[in-house]
């Protein structure tokens, strides 16, 4: 029988359990598929805690994205034979060597990306693709800040958002990550453990401050998010690495400047499947071309899934992270 990683209480990384697993043949539009490369994702951590309950309840098999090949298809499934290289980003169920998953999330890999890129950039690309073009347009000569810049979403942003022609700021932990996030499009990054980044902001920006924040740390950070914000500038509160950010009254949002603020999820901008074509596509069509490159900082076998999520938990990470099968 083939393996996953499958949790059965929420908790630590030590619920990941390495075990068999019944997979099944697929049912109606389902495709079974043989992994080959599976990308680590923050999100896969508020699963395993519980802070996102997890769609069919316990137990359940986590991860958020993988390439692999198709190894047989369900009734009425078209566009996919077996031998398709594949990849999709889907809520959960993707540390496993072999998973089902209904034919509508796949998308068919093109020849020049590998299977370890789109396993590592499906899910974070397009979160990508979605936050620059579609939540926020950027557009050139727009100021961009992003927390976490040298995250696995942070590498990907942050060269896509150059080549849009923004100023790009980021934030970062250590003087490693600063370096790494200005070798991906960042044209200023902030230690912000140890700089006030509202003033560093107001420095770089001449006090003009910044059209969009992006903020996936949440607690620590959106506060200070709102004030690098010029009048009517946009807040994305799109994660929250660091702990859920507490309940506020919306008059803030007017006090610091008639902002806008939105909560936005992935599942949502490829809901339809149009739109995950859409933002395949253009992900596929930067990083083909070399203006986003997607280098794997990391990868650990699937079964030390519980290793990897420590890692990027406790922020030992940068960029992105495969598991292998
Ligand atoms: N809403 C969506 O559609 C969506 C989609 C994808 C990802 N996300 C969110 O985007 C964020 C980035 O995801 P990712 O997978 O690329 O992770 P990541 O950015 O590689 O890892 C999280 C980073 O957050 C920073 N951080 C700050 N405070 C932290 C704390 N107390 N504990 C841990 N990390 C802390 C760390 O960078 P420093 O050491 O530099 O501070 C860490 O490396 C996550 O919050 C994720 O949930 C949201």
Redesign the pocket.
Not at 150 to 154: D, F, K
Not at 238 to 242: K, L, N
């Given at each position: 029988m083939p393996k996953a990683i499958r949790i059965h209480e929420n908790g630590g990384p030590e619920v990941l359990k390495y075990e068999e697993v019944e997979v099944g043949s697929p049912g109606e539009g389902q495709v079974l598929i043989r992994q080959t490369a599976i990308g680590l994702?923050?999100?896969d951590i508020?699963y395993r805690t519980g802070l996102y309950p997890a769609p069919g309840g316990l137990p359940f098999i986590p991860g958020g994205e993988a390439a692999g090949v198709v190894e047989a298809v369900g009734p009425n499934v078209s566009g996919f034979e077996p031998g398709d290289r594949v990849a999709h980003a889907a809520g959960t169920g993707s540390y496993a060597e072999k998973r089902l998953i209904a034919a509508d999330r796949l998308v068919k890999l093109p020849q020049n990306i590998s299977d370890q890129q789109a396993a590592g950039m499906m899910?974070?690309g397009m979160?990508a693709e979605y936050l620059l073009l579609r939540t926020f347009k950027v557009k050139p000569g727009d100021t961009v800040l992003y927390h976490?810049a040298?995250?696995?979403?942070?590498l990907i942003l942050g060269q896509w958002a150059k080549h849009l022609g923004a100023t790009v700021i980021g934030t970062?932990?250590?003087a490693e990550?600063i370096e790494l996030a200005k070798a991906h499009g960042f044209d200023h990054v902030i230690n912000y453990r140890d700089t006030d980044f509202v003033a560093a902001v107001r420095e770089i920006t001449g006090g003009k401050m910044c059209d969009v924040v992006y903020d996936?740390?949440g607690k620590?950070t959106y506060l200070g998010s709102l004030d690098c914000l010029r009048p009517m500038g946009m807040f994305v509160t799109?994660?929250?690495?660091?702990g859920a950010i507490p309940p506020f009254n919306t008059g803030l949002l007017a006090q610091k400047g008639s902002l806008f603020m939105t909560r936005?999820?992935?599942f949502t901008y490829i809901a339809k499947r149009e739109d995950l074509e859409k933002s395949a596509a253009a992900l596929f069509d930067v990083v083909g071309r070399g203006i986003v490159k997607i280098n794997i900082n990391q990868t650990y076998a699937l079964k030390d899934a519980g290793k990897a999520q420590a890692d990027?938990?406790s922020?030992r990470?940068t960029g992105t992270t495969v598991l292998l099968p």
């Open positions: 994702n923050f999100i508020y899910l974070k979160t976490a040298a995250g696995g979403v942070g970062a932990s250590s990550k996936s740390v620590d799109f994660g929250q690495s660091s936005p999820t992935l990027l938990e922020r990470t």
